[in-house]
């Protein structure tokens, strides 16, 4: 989980690392929308990952 984009960020790296080292172990990505991150907390909590979704991709890993 990042707070930038989950595309070309570090993230996007660590991934590619693990898989390459690790091929069985599954990898679930999860960062920002693709957008400016605002400076408002309402919007920002749009924007960035919440709690919620980084609960539902564990628990779709935990399924596979």
Avoid: C, M, N, Y
Avoid at 41 to 61: F, G, T
């Amino acid at each position: 989980v990042e707070e930038g984009q989950a595309a070309f960020g570090w993230g996007a790296e660590v991934a590619a690392q693990v898989l390459t080292k690790a091929a069985h172990v599954q990898v679930a990505r999860l960062g920002a929308q693709p957008t400016v991150i605002p400076a408002a907390k309402v919007l920002e909590d749009q924007v960035l990952v919440s709690e919620a979704a980084i609960e539902l991709a564990l628990l779709e890993l935990l399924k596979s």
